[in-house]
């Protein structure tokens, strides 16, 4: 079992940045691929990024890459997602989730593990 605990959300003024990370109470984090996954208000929850377990293999939706980077330090069970360029459209709950799937994959469905999520409000 992994628990994961989203923190870094908050309001930001459209142009600025924030830095979301993603704790895990085990220490076997290492093991687990760990997307983020946010969700707006009536919308489902979609794929932004992923790291796989390495950090070899790393994912954007296209609609952040150039604005979100994403990392993990295994060390501290964490990983981030540096998000910057926010947009009013990036509005949302920002949830992570882990698998043991040992590269990024995009559908929801195969993530075992979820945080509580983070509010992201970006204002115009």
């Known amino acids: 079992q992994v628990q994961l605990v989203e923190s870094g959300g908050g309001l930001v003024q459209a142009g600025g940045s924030l830095r979301l990370s993603c704790a895990a109470s085990r220490r076997t984090f290492s093991s687990y691929s760990v997307c983020w996954f946010p969700q707006a208000p009536g919308k489902e929850r979609e794929f932004v990024a992923g790291?796989?377990?390495?950090?070899?293999?790393?994912d954007y939706a296209d609609s952040v890459k150039g604005r979100f980077t994403i990392s993990r330090d295994n060390a501290k069970s964490t990983v981030y997602l540096q998000m910057g360029s926010l947009k009013p459209e990036d509005t949302a709950v920002y949830y992570c989730?882990?698998?043991?799937?040992?590269?990024?994959?995009?559908?929801?469905?195969?993530?075992?593990?979820w945080g509580q999520g983070t509010q992201v409000t970006v204002s115009s």
């Open positions: 989730a882990a698998t043991r799937i040992r590269t990024v994959v995009t559908g929801r469905t195969f993530y075992d593990y």
């Open positions: 790291i796989s377990w390495s950090g070899g293999n790393i």
